[in-house]
């Protein structure tokens, strides 16, 4: 077996009514004459291969057409042409809080999720305790579902997913969610199912993760496949793009789902940009350099005292993380409608590679959460020395010790 | 890191924004035409079948999951309530004894055993109009599972219905306590029986595979139906006699195919006579229609419902 997925040629084009008209009613008052509709070409003839046994990264900009191509390998969406070959039994993990039922307990939907996936019916009772004790969910074993947390649900999903055993795992943006630690068990997993020869799908706004997990990276860009293959080069590529796509004067929409956003939007990021150290907005730092995170905030609704936050991650790994109280800056409460910038500088003390920045804005006393958007920026690093590592401690030699020979033929001379 | 020409060669690729017929599209039977057929061709299905949507022969894992979920459902249905599926079986019996008080006290029917007579009634109409409705909503209820795993729909269907059946089951062990108690004997015409409720299942089912995905695209296709179940009620001789309905309207009756079911099942049960054969096939002729047309129906729309939720 070679390849697990081929897809040939495939197309999907959605037709997205301009009004929409879901009732009979009101069809049958327009005669049922067609719809204004727009068609969003999703897929345009895209086709490629992922062989066996491979960690495959899909990357793009949102609405470039990942989640739908991920659709129809799961076969959920049917391609309105082409064809996609599937080799072996795959599991997917889409949009997370997958179809669980809130009043059953954390088992019985294990078990019914299991059984959706294919467990075999002789081994669900004992891959369901396997799936709750990696999911670290012992303690709520019998509790109603409704009572877990996002990060608890997150987990029990993904295990369960992946208890599945299938030959193919499709990941949609899931290492976006979830703490840290849990992410890091996950990439362990991940390790050992590709040495199972086992084929990994990863779709992530993260470039910094695709680099460090993939073997093989696709990008997709308006529905076409526009560059596949070793993941730093296309990474590269497509950083370089982005930057392109920062000069023309276009800002990234933070409400789309691939960022997970949360909060109660009381105080919401409305742009962010990352600039150098000559205030122009870039994808790359060089490294020993200062970078500055403009954040553009609005105030939604009043009383509220925002404290502002931001995250420096590499895959699952933070790197740093820091907020406007720990630095000892105090901002002043937003009132509705008014818009104001927050302005993290920082310095690139970083390796070589890829980072994202997750930001966020908490309440500074009751610490609810007002906005959190996760891969809010990606970018670069390039210049460091470091050979191996996350952090540029920009190392010198001090002082260059002679070699004792050289002292002594020093002294005669 | 691949040298300055490879990069280049790349970019090249990315700004040319259609290099995959040049990789791979070469020779490649593109553009097929695949509406409804399924995304997995035949000939590359592999040796573990990958979970797809079409609705395959039932095997023992589609029956697992069937009963699973109408198990779950049923059990949902009843979290939060203090006498929990106790109310399964009040539903009907409380209806019961308010017509029962309505119509042979009060209005006085005259009908042998109408305490036997108005709860069969009950009982199977409360099976259709419990399972249909369900069944008719069950993929829209489900669109949190349809949309995001591959697995064959129609279970989400089944399931419904069968979750009204496990209710059906209960009802019908009252049924036949009160049946027993108010001395309706049991005769061999209620070998036939089986056959009533096989047509009461075949065009539950077949309404609902009819309806569901329809019901995804057009919200009104829920209510609509739910219309229809209250008229029915009132328009199927469940608290009447045929008898009783005036001879221009008997036809309502005759071509309704839940009257006939319940009729017949009166004949068996409580006046312990097998009814006439021709009129019982052509009754199961036309459920096996319905469950025909809804298999064929679901089969066509299954493949594009995720587009409409």
Aim: glycine share 8%; net charge neutral.
């Amino acid at each position: 077996m070679s390849n697990a997925i081929e897809v040939h040629g495939v197309s999907k084009t959605f037709h997205i009514p301009h009004e929409r008209q879901t009732t009979l009613i009101e069809r049958l008052l327009n005669g049922f004459r067609p719809l204004p509709v727009e068609e969003l070409a999703a897929l345009d003839d895209v086709s490629f291969e992922i062989p066996a046994g491979c960690f495959a990264g899909l990357i793009g900009y949102n609405g470039s057409g990942k989640s739908t191509l991920l659709k129809i390998l799961a076969g959920l969406l049917v391609p309105d042409s082409g064809r996609v070959v599937v080799n072996g039994t795959l599991s997917p993990l889409l949009e997370l809080g997958l179809g669980f039922h809130a009043e059953l307990t954390v088992r019985e939907n294990a078990a019914l999720y299991g059984a959706v996936l294919g467990y075999p019916e002789h081994e669900i009772d004992q891959r369901v305790d396997e799936v709750i004790r990696f999911a670290e969910l012992e303690r709520f074993r019998d509790a109603k579902l409704k009572s877990l947390s996002s990060g608890m649900l997150v987990r029990l999903a993904f295990s369960t997913a992946l208890r599945a055993d299938a030959d193919i795992l499709l990941l949609d943006e899931v290492l976006a969610v979830g703490d840290v630690q849990f992410q890091r068990k996950c990439m362990d997993v991940f390790a050992d199912l590709r040495q199972q020869n086992k084929t990994i799908v990863l779709v992530s706004h993260d470039v910094g993760a695709v680099t460090a997990y993939c073997e093989k990276v696709f990008w997709l860009d308006h529905g076409r496949l526009v560059m596949q293959g070793e993941p730093h080069e296309v990474v590269t590529t497509y950083l370089a793009l982005s930057q392109q796509v920062i000069d023309d004067g276009a800002s990234s929409n933070l409400d789309h789902p691939a960022h997970h956003r949360t909060g109660d939007g009381r105080v919401r990021y409305v742009a962010v940009r990352l600039l150098d150290d000559t205030d122009t907005p870039v994808t790359v730092l060089r490294t020993r350099t200062r970078a500055v995170l403009s954040l553009d905030v609005e105030g939604r609704s009043d009383p509220n005292e925002p404290v502002f936050g931001m995250v420096l991650r590499r895959g699952g790994e933070v790197i740093y993380s820091t907020n406007t109280t720990l630095i000892g800056a105090r901002v002043a409460p937003f009132a509705a409608g008014e818009h104001r910038q927050v302005r993290f500088a920082f310095d690139v003390a970083l390796a070589n590679g890829f980072y994202v920045i997750d930001i966020a804005i908490v309440d500074r006393v009751k610490a609810t959460i007002h906005d959190w958007v996760t891969n809010a920026v990606c970018f670069q690093v390039e210049g460091s020395t470091c050979h191996d590592g996350i952090a540029d401690l920009a190392a010198g030699l001090d002082s260059v010790p002679a070699p004792a020979g050289a002292v002594a033929a020093g002294r005669e001379s | 890191m691949g040298g300055g020409a490879a990069t280049g060669h790349l970019r090249r690729r990315a700004l040319g924004r259609s290099i995959e017929p040049l990789l791979h599209g070469r020779g490649l039977p593109v553009r097929v035409r695949l509406c409804h057929s399924p995304v997995f061709t035949a000939a590359t299905r592999p040796a573990v079948p990958t979970p797809s949507t079409e609705a395959a022969p039932m095997d023992r894992r589609q029956w697992h999951l069937i009963t699973q979920f109408a198990v779950k459902d049923f059990k949902i249905r009843y979290t939060h309530s203090l006498l929990g599926y106790t109310w399964s079986l009040l539903n009907p019996l409380i209806f019961c004894v308010i017509y029962y008080l309505v119509f042979s006290v009060f209005i006085r029917f005259d009908v042998p055993n109408y305490p036997g007579y108005l709860l069969l009634g009950i009982v199977l109409w409360t099976f259709f109009a419990e399972g249909s409705t369900h069944g008719v909503g069950s993929m829209l209820a489900r669109g949190g599972l349809v949309t995001k795993v591959a697995m064959p729909r129609h279970v989400v269907v089944y399931a419904a219905v069968l979750s009204a059946g496990l209710t059906f089951v209960i009802n019908l062990a009252v049924l036949a306590v009160l049946l027993r108690v108010t001395g309706s004997p049991i005769t061999p015409a209620a070998l036939v029986f089986p056959l009533q409720l096989i047509d009461l299942a075949l065009i539950t089912l077949g309404i609902s595979l009819l309806l569901s995905c329809l019901h995804v695209r057009y919200r009104d296709v829920g209510y609509l139906w739910g219309v229809v179940v209250q008229i029915g009620f009132w328009l199927t001789p469940i608290i009447y006699q045929q008898a009783m309905i005036p001879e221009q309207w008997r036809w309502l009756a005759t071509y309704n195919p839940l009257a006939r079911i319940i009729q017949d099942s009166r004949q068996i049960l409580i006046y312990g006579v097998v009814p006439e054969w021709t009129a019982m096939v052509k009754t199961t002729l036309v459920c096996l229609t319905v469950m025909l047309a809804g298999l064929a129906t679901f089969r066509r729309l299954q493949a594009r419902v995720v587009e409409y939720y």
